[in-house]
């Protein structure tokens, strides 16, 4: 089944306790991206690839990091997790560039910062 | 301005009916456009593409105008299960493969 898995999906973590959530996609698919969501805001992306070993940052990068060393995974971490880092965030990917490839996404990782 | 709006909602409306609400872009040169269905708090999920002529999915129907910047989506013969919040995803021009997301309409359909 193709698919966009992520890891955890829940996390109740504390302040500055570094942590990684992993993703990794079965499609093959070049293109990846991470976005939060945020009430009233919508999606908004912090980091994309667009194949390994290249990343570039979003909209909002601050206080995270990306790597894509395998052209499946698409780890996000965040360093020094603080407050308002809580939110829900989505990993994504698609097979090219093009703006009109369907995008996938992963089911979600719901992290509080306390 | 934001990149792309949305009204929130909600619209609650009953079973039967007929809803319809737009999204705005403000890049003139976006290319592709498209509605994600998003049910609570899960991931979102491609309803359906919006083409220049206009498409139909079934009892979905979306619209692009591009004079005015703005895409539709109506929904006929409202269903329960069409419950969600749809969220309005635009492709910001010919060579950028960025999707900017609007904040969503939430749609309640009762029974």
């Known amino acids: 089944e193709a698919q966009v898995t992520q890891n955890p999906r829940y996390l109740i973590t504390v302040t500055g306790k570094k942590l990684t959530v992993t993703c990794s996609q079965n499609m093959n698919h070049e293109y990846m991206s991470w976005y939060r969501q945020d009430p009233g805001l919508g999606l908004r992306q912090i980091y994309y690839s667009m194949n390994v070993e290249v990343t570039d940052k979003g909209d909002v990068p601050e206080g995270y990091k990306v790597s894509r060393k395998e052209k499946r995974n698409f780890p996000l971490i965040l360093e020094s997790p603080s407050p308002n880092q809580t939110s829900l965030y989505f990993c994504?990917?698609?097979?090219?560039?093009?703006?009109?490839?369907?995008?996938?996404f992963g089911p979600g990782t719901r992290l509080t910062v306390l | 301005r934001k990149e792309v709006e949305q009204d929130p909602g909600p619209f609650n409306v009953p079973e039967g009916a007929t809803v319809a609400f737009n999204c705005t872009y403000s890049?003139?040169?976006?290319?592709?456009f498209f509605w994600y269905r998003q049910d609570c708090r899960k991931e979102p999920k491609l309803l359906m593409s919006v083409y220049s002529s206009g498409n139909e999915d079934g009892r979905f129907t979306a619209q692009l105008n591009r004079a005015s910047q703005y895409i539709s989506l109506l929904i006929r013969d409202s269903k329960l299960s069409d419950s969600a919040t749809y969220l309005c995803v635009v492709n910001m021009g010919p060579n950028d493969y960025k999707l900017s997301f609007g904040a969503g309409t939430t749609v309640t359909v009762r029974a």
């Open positions: 890049n003139s040169a976006s290319q592709s």
């Open positions: 994504a990917s698609r097979a090219g560039l093009a703006g009109a490839d369907t995008q996938y």
